[in-house]
């Protein structure tokens, strides 16, 4: 079973942390490098964060020094913890596997987490 579920987005002031979720299945999750994307409105999906199996991160420069991903290979989910939330960082975020996870023949994402940062 294909399954990829985000959770833990919400409403916050410019400033404060979300912690985000994605709970994988199995067949996703084991020996992937995994990821968060993000969507703001009319824009394209950006590639946010990244982390090996073995726990090594990449960042985008926009995020770098305030977001940081993490993954429990036990649980099969991987955590985006947000620190020092902007405006620019209104989206709706994803997480997927690099390369995404195909379903005949395309991409496959799950439903997402909006998180809105507003005064």
């Known amino acids: 079973q294909v399954q990829l579920v985000e959770s833990g987005g919400g409403l916050v002031q410019p400033g404060e942390s979300l912690r985000l979720s994605c709970a994988a299945s199995r067949s996703i999750f084991s020996f992937s490098i995994m990821s968060w994307y993000r969507q703001a409105p009319g824009k394209e999906r950006d590639l946010v964060a990244t982390?090996?199996?073995?726990?090594?991160?990449n960042y985008a420069d926009s995020v770098k020094g305030r977001f940081t991903i993490s993954r429990d290979n036990a649980k099969n989910t991987v955590y985006l913890q947000m620190n020092s939330l902007k405006p620019e960082d209104t989206a709706v975020y994803y997480c997927?596997?690099?390369?995404?996870?195909?379903?005949?023949?395309?991409?496959?994402w799950g439903k997402g987490t909006l998180v809105t940062v507003s005064s």
């Open positions: 982390i090996t199996s073995g726990g090594s991160t």
């Open positions: 997927n596997k690099i390369p995404p996870v195909k379903l005949y023949g395309m991409d496959y």
